[in-house]
Structures are given as C-alpha cells and as structure tokens.
C-alpha cells in the first residue's frame, strides 16, 4: 500500500492482539490485488446488549486508483459476533468479494501465487520516477517509483537485488510490485 495502514478503535480499549489480526487481514488483501493504495479500518463495540455480551462492528475502507470500497456487511444481531475475531473474518470477506468484483471489472491484474521474482536494479531515473530491472536471463522490466514497497524507491542504487512481481504493462514488462533485498532499504 502507498499509504499506512490506519486503525481506529471506538468506545474499546486498543488491543494489540486485535491490531494483528487487522494487519494480517490488510496483508492478505494487499496479496490478493496490489494495487491498493491505501487502507482504514474502524474496529469498536458500540452496542451493549442487556443480556448477552458487546457486539463488535469492524468498517473496512479501502482507497483504490480509481475507487473506494467500503465495508457493507451489518452484523447488529449477529450473536457470532460477540467474537471480534469472527467480526474482524466476516468483514474482510465481504471487502474482499467487493475487491474481487472491482478487479474482475476493471480486468486488472490480480496477483497470482506464483513465486516472486529476482533482479537487479539497472537504471534508476529519480527524476521521473521509474526504473529498469534485469533478470537472470537478461530481461529488462521497467518498473514505478509506486511500485517499490515501503516507499523504498529513493533508497535503491545501481546494482541492488530486489525480488518483484511481472506483469504485462501497456509498453511490455513491468514490476507491479518490487520489494528491495538487504537491510540498508528499511525507510529511515
């Protein structure tokens, strides 16, 4: 994602536990379609019930190039979701069917699992915010500044190792994702 990860607790006490398990839902999204560019998520429990327990409610809204989805699946009177795990689940799967059907709309490229790439950095034009990648087998895969995850892009040089994934671009080969090797990437 371009941008951080963003969650907001309502009428609950931040978990750790639960902010986990949101990211780890974010991050499954993220492989599913890569191109989101932007995630929020409200987790809370506004609802007391006299009997039972806290209903947990989790809004999902994911920022897309040319889009938003936002969560749509109720849970008021779902008993199940006196779990906020479960409520956390079912919210996801109803964002991910949206993304599926965006992605499916706009036939888009949607990660498959196969195995990531490796290349070197060849050609870094900061300027215009691209690069070139070589393969193995002397490929040349241009890739954007958006493309590099963490917002590594200034941080690459000539020569470094990163692992990407292909895809058909309008003028050949392109990156959609490139993830930089080695420590010396971490964001400062």
Do not use: N, W
């Amino acid at each position: 994602m371009q941008k951080p990860l963003q969650i907001h607790f309502h009428q609950i006490d931040p978990s750790p536990a639960i902010e986990a398990r949101i990211r780890e839902q974010c991050d499954e999204l993220e492989e599913f379609y890569d191109r989101i560019i932007g995630c929020s998520v409200s987790f809370g429990a506004p609802h007391q019930r006299h009997h039972q327990g806290r209903l947990y409610q989790v809004k999902v809204h994911l920022t897309l190039p040319d889009g938003e989805i936002h969560s749509t699946h109720a849970h008021h009177d779902e008993h199940a979701h006196e779990d906020p795990y479960v409520a956390i689940r079912d919210s996801f799967k109803a964002v991910r069917r949206q993304l599926e059907d965006y992605a499916r709309k706009r036939q888009v490229h949607v990660k498959s699992h196969e195995p990531a790439q490796q290349g070197t950095v060849v050609e870094l034009h900061g300027d215009m915010d691209y690069g070139l990648l070589e393969t193995p087998d002397g490929r040349q895969i241009y890739f954007h500044r958006h493309s590099v995850l963490d917002a590594a892009f200034d941080h690459l040089h000539m020569g470094d190792e990163v692992r990407f994934a292909e895809e058909a671009g309008e003028q050949g080969p392109q990156a959609s994702t490139v993830h930089p090797l080695g420590k010396q990437h971490a964001p400062g």
